[in-house]
C-alpha cells in the first residue's frame, strides 16, 4: 500500500533526454497504466520508478518520502518484466523463493507463501519443472508469482502479455484483473501499447507521448474527453476518424473528430461516398467509406454488413458526439 | 574410429521408408563432408600416432632407426631376476625420471589452469561490464594470447634474467627481495617462473571463453535479481556462476589438455632443469636426445594415452550432464 508521486522527472541518455518532465500521481491501491505508442519512454518511466535507472533530475516519492536514492529492494517493489527474466537455471519453486531466502523468513514462512502465490496462480504442478519447461504463459505465470510472494506495496508490469498469443493474452489479462481486485491495497503500474488491455484493466490510464504525459484520466474521461488530437486517435479502435479541410469547416474546427460507432448510415446524410472495403466481425462490421477525406471514413455497423463494396452510401454523424479540435489540437467547448 | 561410429548410429536405427531415405541422404552427406577432415588427421596425426606406438615396442634408435627389434613391453616395464636372488625393475614405469616429469606436468596444470580460470573470470566480467572503449580493451587484452609462446618466452627470459631482469631490478627497488634471484635457473623459482608466464599468456584465452558464455546470459535476470535484494556478491555465486559454468567447463578441459603437452615454453624458458621437465621434454630428450627412441616413444604414448583417458572421460561426464538436463 503506498502512494507515488513524481515531481518533474527527467531522464537523460547521454544527451538525449527521454523523460522530459513527468509530474503524476498514483493513488495508494490504484491501477494505473502507461499507454504510449513506441519508444515514448513507458519502459524508461517504469524502471525509474522501480530504480533500476537513475532519475537525472526531479524527485520520486513513496508515501511522502523521497525515493531516489533507494535501491530497487529497498523501495517494496515487484516487477514482471516482458522477457519474464526467470532464473533459467532455478525450479519454479526456487525462483519464487530466492529473493524471500534471502530477506529473513523461515523456510516454512517461506514455503506457505510460494505455496500460497502458486495456487492463486495454478502454477503448483509446475513447482518442480525449470522455466525452459514451460509454456509461455505459464512462465509468465511464475513471474507474476515471484512478483506476489515480495509482497510489494508497488506491482510493476512492463508488457507482460506482448509475449503471449491472443487467447491467452486475453485469459492472462483476466488473471491480471483479479490480482488486482485480490490484491486491492497493492498499487499497480502496468505498461502496454495496447489500448485494450488499458481501457479493460484501469482505474486511471496516463497517455504518454515523447517523454511528456498527454493526460491522465479514468478509461471512460479518456475515451469520451479525450484532451488532444492524440488522444482521440491513440485512444479507441478502430482509430477515432479525423477530418480536415471543409469537412471541418462545417462544425468551424480545424479537426473533427468522429468515432466509428457515431456514425449512423441514413438515406440523406451529411456525407456519401463508396464503400471500399468491409471488415466483418461477426458482432460486428466495419465498413471503410471514400467520402474525399484524406482517409477512408470508418463506420460501424452492428451485426453483418449489409453494404458491399461498390455501393455508394450516405453517412450523418451524431452530432451530439463529435469531437471538435482547434489547430493546435485541443479540443474546443461549444 | 570414432567419427565413423556417430554417423553410422542413426542410420542403424530401423524407421519407416521415406524417413529412412531421407535419413539416408544425410548420412551420405555428412561422410562426404567429414571424408576430407578425416584424411588430413589420419596422415598428420594418425599415422605419426601409429608409428610412435610401434616403435615404443622395439628397441629404435634415432641413429638405427629401421634396423630395431619388437622386444613387447620392455620400454614399459621389465624385470630380471639376478642370481642373488634380487629382482630389478627397468622401464619408464618404473623411471624416476619419468615420475618427476609426471608430477611436473600435473603441478603445471593444476596450479596454471587454477588460476588461469580464477584471473579469466575476473578479466571477463571486467570486459563483460559497460565502458568506453571497451572494444579496444578486449582487443589489447588478447595481444600475450597472439604472441608466438617462442617470442614470450625468450621477452619473458630476458625479463627473468638474474643480472639483467627488469624483474630483480623492480623487486630490489621495492624491497621484495634482498638479492638478485636467478628465476629460470634456480630450481626453487623454475616453476613459478614458467607459471607466470603461462598465466600471462593464456589467461586472455580463457578470458575470452568465459566472456562468450557470460554474453550469453540476459540481462534483466540481473535486474530480477537486484529487485529480489540479492547482493552482487550472491549474484555471482547464485547466478553468473551456475549459468557460465558450461562455457567455463569447456574453457577449462580445453586448458588441461592443452598444459598437459606443455613443451615449447619450457624448452625455451628453462631448458634442461628437472625441476619444470614435463612429460613431452622428458620424452623428447630421449627420442632425440639420448638416442633412445623407442624409450621416448613409450614416453610419448603414455601421455598420449592419459591425454586420451582424460579426454574421454569429459565427454562422458559432459554426457551425464547433458542428460541431467542443465541447460
Ligand atoms: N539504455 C538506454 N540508452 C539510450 N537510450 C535509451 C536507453 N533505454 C531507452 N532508450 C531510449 O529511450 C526511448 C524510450 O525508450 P523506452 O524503452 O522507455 O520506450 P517504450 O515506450 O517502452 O517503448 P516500447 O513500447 O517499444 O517498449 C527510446 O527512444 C529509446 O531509444
Ligand atoms: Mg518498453
Redesign the interface.
Known amino acids: 500500500m503506498a502512494n507515488l508521486e513524481l515531481r518533474n522527472i527527467r531522464k537523460s541518455f547521454g544527451a538525449v533526454e527521454v523523460i522530459r518532465g513527468v509530474d503524476l500521481t498514483v493513488n495508494s491501491g490504484e491501477f494505473m497504466v502507461f499507454v504510449g505508442p513506441s519508444g515514448c519512454g513507458k519502459s524508461t518511466l517504469l524502471r525509474l520508478i522501480?530504480?533500476?535507472e537513475n532519475i537525472t533530475s526531479g524527485e520520486l516519492l513513496f508515501d511522502g518520502e523521497v525515493v531516489n536514492g533507494l535501491?530497487?529492494?529497498?523501495r517494496g517493489?515487484?516487477?514482471v518484466?516482458q522477457?519474464y527474466?526467470?532464473?533459467?537455471?532455478m525450479t519454479v519453486y526456487d525462483n519464487m523463493a530466492?529473493?524471500m531466502q534471502?530477506?529473513k523468513g523461515t523456510k516454512e514462512q517461506i514455503r506457505e507463501r510460494v505455496l500460497k502465490a502458486a495456487q492463486l496462480l495454478q502454477i503448483e504442478p509446475y513447482l518442480d519443472r525449470?522455466p525452459k519447461q514451460l509454456s509461455g504463459g505459464q512462465r509468465q505465470r511464475v513471474a507474476i508469482g515471484?512478483a506476489i510472494v515480495?509482497d510489494p506495496k508497488v506491482f510493476l508490469f512492463d508488457e507482460p502479455l506482448s509475449n503471449l498469443d491472443a487467447a491467452l493474452r486475453v485469459a492472462t489479462r483476466l488473471e491480471i484483473a483479479k490480482l488486482h481486485h485480490d490484491m486491492a491495497k497493492t498499487t499497480m503500474i502496468y505498461v502496454t501499447h495496447d489500448q485494450v488491455e488499458a481501457m479493460t484493466l484501469a482505474d486511471r490510464i496516463c497517455v504518454l507521448r515523447d517523454g511528456v504525459i498527454e493526460q491522465v484520466g479514468t478509461p471512460l474521461e479518456l475515451y469520451e474527453n479525450p484532451q488532444s488530437l492524440f488522444v482521440a486517435g491513440f485512444i479507441g479502435s478502430p482509430k477515432m476518424n479525423f477530418l480536415n479541410g471543409e469537412f471541418a469547416d462545417a462544425f468551424r474546427a480545424t479537426t473533427l473528430g468522429v468515432r466509428s460507432e457515431h456514425i449512423r448510415i441514413t438515406s440523406d446524410g451529411r456525407w456519401s461516398g463508396e464503400v471500399v472495403h468491409t471488415e466483418n466481425l461477426g458482432s460486428d462490421s466495419y465498413i471503410y467509406v471514400e467520402i474525399g477525406s484524406d482517409e477512408p471514413l470508418i463506420v460501424r455497423q452492428e451485426g453483418t454488413s449489409r453494404h458491399p463494396v461498390g455501393e455508394r452510401i450516405s453517412v450523418s454523424p451524431v452530432e451530439s458526439q463529435i469531437h471538435r479540435f482547434d489547430r493546435d489540437g485541443r479540443p474546443m467547448r461549444v | 574410429m570414432s567419427v565413423d561410429g556417430t554417423v553410422a548410429a542413426p542410420a542403424a536405427t530401423p524407421a519407416r521408408p521415406i524417413k529412412n531415405e531421407l535419413l539416408a541422404q544425410r548420412v551420405r552427406s555428412a561422410r562426404i563432408f567429414l571424408v576430407p577432415m578425416i584424411v588430413a588427421l589420419l596422415i598428420v596425426a594418425g599415422w605419426p600416432l601409429l608409428r610412435s606406438i610401434y616403435f615404443s615396442f622395439t628397441d629404435a634408435s634415432l641413429t638405427n632407426l629401421y634396423d630395431h627389434e619388437w622386444v613387447g613391453f620392455a620400454n614399459y616395464l621389465n624385470w630380471r631376476t639376478l642370481e642373488s636372488g634380487r629382482t630389478i625393475f627397468r622401464g619408464t614405469l618404473v623411471d624416476p625420471g619419468w615420475w618427476n616429469a609426471v608430477w611436473n606436468t600435473v603441478r603445471f596444470a593444476v596450479i596454471s589452469v587454477s588460476l588461469e580460470a580464477v584471473f579469466g573470470m575476473i578479466v571477463a566480467l571486467v570486459l563483460n561490464a559497460e565502458f568506453r572503449g571497451r572494444g579496444i580493451v578486449r582487443a589489447a587484452i588478447l595481444i600475450p594470447w597472439a604472441i608466438p609462446t617462442i617470442v614470450s618466452a625468450r621477452m619473458w627470459g630476458w625479463m627473468l634474467n638474474d643480472q639483467f631482469g627488469i624483474l630483480n631490478d623492480l623487486f630490489l627497488r621495492l624491497g621484495l627481495i634482498s638479492e638478485k634471484i636467478a628465476w629460470t635457473a634456480n630450481a626453487e623459482t623454475a616453476m613459478t617462473a614458467v607459471l607466470i608466464v603461462d598465466i600471462w599468456k593464456t589467461t586472455p584465452f580463457m578470458a575470452l571463453l568465459i566472456l562468450a558464455g557470460l554474453q550469453m546470459i540476459p540481462k534483466d535476470i540481473y535486474e530480477a535479481a537486484d529487485i529480489d535484494g540479492v547482493h552482487p556478491v550472491k549474484q555471482f555465486f547464485r547466478i553468473t556462476l551456475p549459468l557460465v559454468r558450461p562455457a567455463l567447463m569447456v574453457a577449462i578441459i580445453f586448458r588441461i589438455l592443452d598444459a598437459m603437452r606443455i613443451f615449447d615454453l619450457i624448452y625455451v624458458l628453462t631448458p634442461n632443469s628437472s625441476a619444470t621437465e614435463t612429460m613431452s621434454i622428458v620424452s623428447r630428450e630421449n627420442l632425440i636426445e639420448f638416442d633412445n627412441f623407442a624409450y621416448g616413444s613409450a614416453q610419448s604414448t603414455l601421455l598420449f594415452l592419459i591425454i586420451a583417458a582424460m579426454t574421454i572421460l569429459y565427454i562422458w561426464l559432459g554426457r551425464v550432464r547433458l542428460d541431467g538436463g542443465d541447460r
Open positions: 522501480a530504480g533500476l535501491t530497487p529492494s529497498k517493489i515487484a516487477m518484466f522477457s527474466a526467470l532464473y533459467p537455471h530466492f529473493g534471502l530477506a525449470l515471484r515480495r
